[in-house]
Nanobody, 124 residues
Framework: QVQLVESGGGLVQAGGSLRLSCAAA????????MGWFRQAPGKEREFVAA????????YYADPVKGRITISRDNAKNTVYLQMNSLKPEDTAVYYC?????????????????WGQGTQVTVSS
C-alpha cells in the first residue's frame, strides 16, 4: 500500500516554471515505478512522464519533451516534476501515480495508487 500526496501546484504566467512534488508513504517506494499524469477540464487523463525504480530511465509525452523533467529521491520517498517554459495548454490537475512493477507504462490503467492531484494553471 502506498499513499501519495502531491504539492507545488499553483498559478503561473506562460513561460514560467513550477516544481511539483509527490511524497509517498510506504517503506517500499524504491520498488515502484512512478508516473505523472494530468487531466484538463473536459478531457481524458493523459500521461506526462514516468520514471523507473532507480531513476535511471525516464519517459515523456511528446507535448512536454524538453520542457519537463521527472526525477526521484528514494531516500526521501519523493518524486518530482520540474516544469519549465509552461504554456496555457499545460493547465490541468496533475496526478502522481505508483505502479508496483519494474516495467514502466504510460497507461493510467496500469498504475495501482494515485494521489489526490494538484492544480496547475498557466495564464497567457
Amino acid at each position: 500500500q502506498v499513499q501519495l500526496v502531491e504539492s507545488g501546484g499553483g498559478l503561473v504566467q506562460a513561460g514560467g516554471s513550477l516544481r511539483l512534488s509527490c511524497a509517498a508513504a510506504g517503506r517500499t517506494f524504491s520498488r515502484y515505478t512512478m508516473g505523472w499524469f494530468r487531466q484538463a477540464p473536459g478531457k481524458e487523463r493523459e500521461f506526462v512522464a514516468a520514471i523507473s525504480w532507480s531513476g535511471g530511465s525516464t519517459y515523456y509525452a511528446d507535448p512536454v519533451k524538453g520542457r519537463i523533467t521527472i526525477s526521484r529521491d528514494n531516500a526521501k520517498n519523493t518524486v518530482y516534476l520540474q516544469m519549465n517554459s509552461l504554456k496555457p495548454e499545460d493547465t490541468a490537475v496533475y496526478y502522481c501515480a505508483a505502479r508496483s512493477s519494474a516495467v514502466v507504462d504510460m497507461s493510467a490503467s496500469m498504475y495501482d495508487y494515485w494521489g489526490q492531484g494538484t492544480q496547475v494553471t498557466v495564464s497567457s
